[in-house]
């Protein structure tokens, strides 16, 4: 990747341009704080609600700021992905807002929920089989045969850009910080949200949470080389990516000044709070960085904390109430 | 009651200067929006979450503003309250923020959760026997021996002058609506917020919203009579109340324009929209307005439609997630 070496695929002024076509069309998604909190951790504390993002995620971000930079002919093609999360909905909305026909190639045993709310977005889907077919050579045979570009859930320098408006916002939105707390899946959030603090919060100190499971960022940070990890066993599902990208590894390796694990455990734990007492609806990805906040991991010099809050999509009829009475 | 015959008890000045009392001490909240809500019912809706105030409800407000308005002498004796619910918690706060030694009673059976979060916000907690002991009957006689002020959940002047700053803050916030729903117990905060609509918003429509089965306020309005219901069977357990008060009575007959009920059915689909697609922790009381709005009970022809969730208090390891796989 020679592009990466020489100059980073992504700067702040991408993000300002992503702002600018996410006008309008994102929510801009409220900073909520809580006493309570900031009693419990002896920090500052700014909590940016991206559960109440449009598609209840940040994804929505990225995937609408690239698929409006489609050219004319590629946008009559339509776009294609792959996902079973909230890539999904971010993209299937997105196709609608622009009038760009999306397709989404889904396991035919994902979650009916999941299927009917990208449907519900305006997508087409299309299930496979995946004990007999690979979800790469698939889309590679579809976007050949049918020109469709594929947009990717993290490894793509718009969607990082869109991405990191998030941090954009929420320095915009309570000025600068002492440290910052950013979830980390592939790091598509976390590298942009780190451009983001680079040009506006410069003393800012930018960690990525990851689950303990699935700690293929914090092991590839630490080693300076890209490391990987196979279907991790965590809650986090938005974090279960199997490595950090090509294009934001670098970034994350230029502005991110560290990384933390944290264990289911501790992310149910956070869950909860979140909910019993800020009253959001949070996914556990979506609450990894406030479990770092909760378990003391952050400097207690730092005055002023932001904390992310990436996502609120999660199944009310599942088992996670269980999960809640056996705190 | 002469003097609510011949003048108010509140009038919209008292807000105005509530509103001055709870600068700082109270959060000013969110006001959400839902285009799939919007979509769904063809209007513009307008969330007010109170759900985020201080100690999960609106309660904060009104004990707040009559509480600050104690003379030093009253302050010495402290305050009284009896409730198991919101109104605990919101005068524990304030008593602990204004240095009022606040004493809550509280049947002995009432949940260890509740109990606890009382205590959490500094005030004394006096248990009772239900069975054998008349909590209106053990007031007196606290108040009697130890010359402490009683405040009212919701009959009191001040209280209903504090809750109506709600209303007063979402006209601000978002100007003015067509139809405001609002929830009622005790008809506190409905008709505080009637009260606001009457001066920010005139052609505004107030509805309050009531169980089907404590249907008491209902049932007065229409027949302009103070009717009583005893023990009401249903989850809003906020809206258990047995009857509007001699306060605010007179203050829904002048300034709200019609009140409608639901059912428990209907209430907890509202929750799960709530939860589920706005991604906030709405207690069922909570989500009285927004059952009404959704059970399309609102004029069609009503284009800005203001709802107000009240709180958000909920027991997250109660059976409450059963009854949404129910669903």
């Not at 006493?35 to 504390?45: E, I, M, N």
């Not at 264990?263 to 556990?284: G, I, N, S, Y």
Request: proline share 5%.
């Amino acid at each position: 990747m020679l592009s990466s070496d020489l100059s980073p695929a992504v700067v702040y002024d991408d993000l300002a341009a992503a702002a600018e076509r996410l006008r309008g069309a994102a929510h801009l998604t409220p900073v909520l704080t809580s006493r309570t909190v900031d009693q419990r951790t002896g920090h500052q504390v700014f909590f940016k609600c991206e559960n109440f993002q449009r598609t209840g995620s940040f994804k929505f971000r990225g995937a609408y700021n690239a698929m409006s930079q489609l050219e004319a002919a590629q946008r009559q093609q339509g776009v294609l992905a792959y996902s079973s999360g909230n890539h999904a909905q971010a993209m299937a909305l997105s196709g609608s807002l622009l009038g760009i026909s999306t397709t989404i190639l889904m396991p035919n045993d994902a979650p009916a929920v999941k299927q009917a709310a990208t449907r519900g977005y305006g997508a087409e889907l299309l299930l496979y089989d995946r004990r007999v077919t690979s979800r790469e050579a698939l889309a590679q045979q579809l976007c050949a045969e049918r020109g469709t570009v594929m947009i990717p859930p993290y490894d793509h320098p718009q969607v990082v850009a869109g991405q990191g408006t998030v941090g954009k916002e929420l320095f915009e939105q309570v000025g600068e910080l002492d440290v910052l707390l950013v979830c980390c899946g592939g790091g598509g959030l976390l590298s942009g949200c780190a451009i983001a603090a680079s040009e506006l919060s410069p003393g800012c100190q930018v960690i990525g949470v990851e689950p303990a499971a699935g700690d293929d960022v914090t092991r590839s940070f630490v080693t300076r080389t890209i490391q990987t990890v196979h279907n991790p066993d965590t809650i986090a599902d938005g974090a279960r990516t199997p490595c950090p990208g090509q294009v934001t590894f670098p970034l994350i390796l230029q502005h991110v000044q560290a990384m933390l694990t944290v264990t289911d455990e501790q992310l149910l734990r956070a869950m909860f709070l979140l909910w019993e007492r800020l009253k959001l609806v949070v996914e556990p990805t979506g609450a990894l960085a406030t479990a770092a906040l909760l378990e003391g991991l952050v400097d207690p010099a730092a005055a002023r904390v932001g904390v992310v809050i990436s996502g609120g999509n999660v199944d009310l009829k599942s088992d996670l109430f269980e999960r809640f009475k056996a705190l």
